[in-house]
């Protein structure tokens, strides 16, 4: 980390920098400079080399992208592998339902127990409890982090058992499953989901605890929503300004640039506006869809309907753990095997889209397909890049209004800001669009994008 010394009043210049952000998934930094009591520029840098993912799509088989963008992510492969299902079965022109639709759901929950829970102990509550790392707070508060740990690993054991492997599942196709479980190997899944559901209520009450900071802001929220259910797996795209579309509508709401300072490309809505996708989208436009236990467990922690705090955005990814454990148990609990593991999906030309609920927010993917089933075209767009614009404005609010903190505090304050959102910087880096222009002249100079400030190799 790199911080300027502060001035002796709040009104001179102060550059805040941190070279190489800790605890995110990725590489990024980011970069604060304030005048005169105002922030005068913020950046939100994501350096980390783009890889490419729509190009490797392209001239592969429909029944591919499950596999090939589940690497996108080691933490979040099952919403690549959902969304890409979704979008290649919405070109076919298959629907898959029933017990096969609630074994996608169930994964699914197995990846928001496991994403939570890492974020939640091992990243972000080392901020509010004033340590550098996970393993600073094991030393004070072992109980705590083990209890962590087997909440994550409850998440891990049910990917394992529905997705073939923890990491990067081997049992997802286009259509459902190559194999799904029998209700005899369910079982045991059902008692430790009953144990760790009190080990979420014991970490809502935990973390509910915490010294949160008091900032708001007026986001425009954008989400998944199920008439039926709390949004996870498909819906509706809906926003706090009343947009209801559906999800094959995105990209005439959302629109996507490159800026110079980010190898990730940066969304907005059709009106130039951030937005922000994720648990606290998710929570203030559905929060009525809740389990019980849930909602009385967000009552208790102080959460009304809404939430617009970024720094209590831990205690609704609590809630939300809490959920996917009741969801998960039920789901179990009504479960009748298929007649088969997986629809049958037979090419055809087309475009599909699909959209599922990441836990860091909406991803939404895009193919078109020729008659033989092969990728003409591949659009992903994975939240932290429809959040970079919401999270540089948190920055520039949150500095100014505490201009008074030293600038380690104020820089160390910055980067929980970031943390807030648990930014999944590698999934963000996909694209990258290079310019270079040259001119011969005796004044002629040389550009090659994108321009970043000298951030960590």
């Known amino acids: 980390m790199s911080v300027s010394q502060p001035p002796d009043d709040t009104s001179g210049e102060r550059t805040l920098r941190v070279e190489a952000l800790a605890r995110v998934e990725g590489e990024g930094a980011m970069y604060v400079r304030t005048s005169e009591g105002r922030v005068a520029e913020v950046e939100l840098q994501i350096y980390e080399p783009p890889r490419f993912f729509e190009a490797f799509l392209r001239g592969r088989r429909h029944t591919e992208p499950p596999d090939i963008t589940a690497r996108i992510c080691g933490i979040c492969p099952v919403a690549y592998q959902m969304s890409a299902c979704l979008a290649i079965e919405d070109a076919c022109g298959v629907t898959v339902d029933g017990p096969v639709a609630d074994l996608r759901r169930l994964l699914y929950c197995g990846e928001w127990i496991e994403s939570h829970v890492l974020h939640i102990y091992l990243l972000h509550a080392p901020?509010?409890?004033?340590?550098?790392?996970?393993?600073?707070?094991?030393?004070?508060?072992?109980?705590?982090?083990?209890?962590?740990?087997?909440?994550?690993k409850t998440g891990n054991d049910l990917v394992d058992l529905i997705g073939g492997r923890a990491v990067h599942p081997v049992n997802v196709r286009v259509g459902g499953f190559y194999r799904v479980p029998t209700r005899r190997e369910l079982a045991p899944m059902r008692e430790a989901l009953l144990l760790a559901r009190d080990r979420a209520e014991d970490m809502t009450r935990w973390v509910a605890g915490f010294d949160i900071p008091d900032f708001e802001r007026e986001y425009t929220f954008v989400a998944l929503r199920d008439r039926d259910r709390y949004a996870v797996v498909g819906g509706e795209l809906v926003s706090s300004d009343g947009l209801v579309a559906p999800v094959a509508d995105f990209d005439l709401h959302v629109h996507e640039e490159h800026v110079a300072r980010s190898n990730a490309l940066r969304a907005h809505l059709d009106d130039g506006r951030a937005y922000l996708v994720g648990p606290l989208a998710r929570y203030s436009l559905n929060s009525a869809q809740l389990s019980e236990r849930a909602r009385a467990a967000a009552a208790d922690a102080g959460l009304g309907p809404?939430?617009?705090?970024?720094?209590?955005?831990?205690?609704?990814?609590s809630v939300e753990t809490l959920h996917a454990i009741d969801e998960a148990i039920a789901i179990i609990d009504r479960y009748d095997e298929p007649d088969a593991p997986a629809v049958e999906v037979p090419p055809r030309a087309g475009v599909g889209h699909g959209a599922t609920e990441a836990p860091r927010g909406?991803?939404?993917?895009?193919?078109?397909?020729?008659?033989?089933?092969?990728?003409l075209d591949a659009r992903i767009v994975?939240?932290?890049?429809?959040?970079?614009?919401?999270?540089?404005?948190?920055?520039?609010?949150?500095?100014?209004?505490?201009?008074?903190?030293?600038?380690?505090?104020?820089?160390?304050?910055?980067?929980?800001?970031?943390?807030?959102?648990?930014?999944?910087?590698?999934?963000?880096?996909?694209?990258?669009?290079?310019?270079?222009?040259?001119?011969?002249?005796?004044?002629?100079?040389?550009?090659?994008?994108?321009?970043?400030?000298?951030?960590?190799?």
């Open 362 to 375: 909406v991803l939404y993917h895009r193919y078109e397909l020729d008659e033989q089933g092969l990728v």
């Open 382 to 457: 994975p939240p932290t890049s429809q959040n970079q614009a919401a999270i540089e404005e948190d920055l520039a609010g949150f500095v100014e209004r505490h201009l008074s903190l030293d600038t380690e505090t104020l820089t160390h304050r910055c980067e929980q800001a970031i943390r807030n959102y648990d930014p999944c910087i590698s999934c963000a880096t996909h694209f990258l669009d290079l310019t270079v222009s040259e001119s011969n002249g005796d004044n002629g100079a040389t550009e090659a994008g994108p321009r970043r400030r000298p951030a960590a190799p």
């Open 127 to 152: 901020d509010f409890l004033g340590y550098p790392s996970a393993l600073a707070l094991a030393q004070d508060h072992p109980d705590a982090v083990q209890q962590g740990l087997d909440l994550k």
């Open 306 to 317: 809404t939430c617009r705090n970024p720094f209590r955005s831990i205690v609704v990814r």
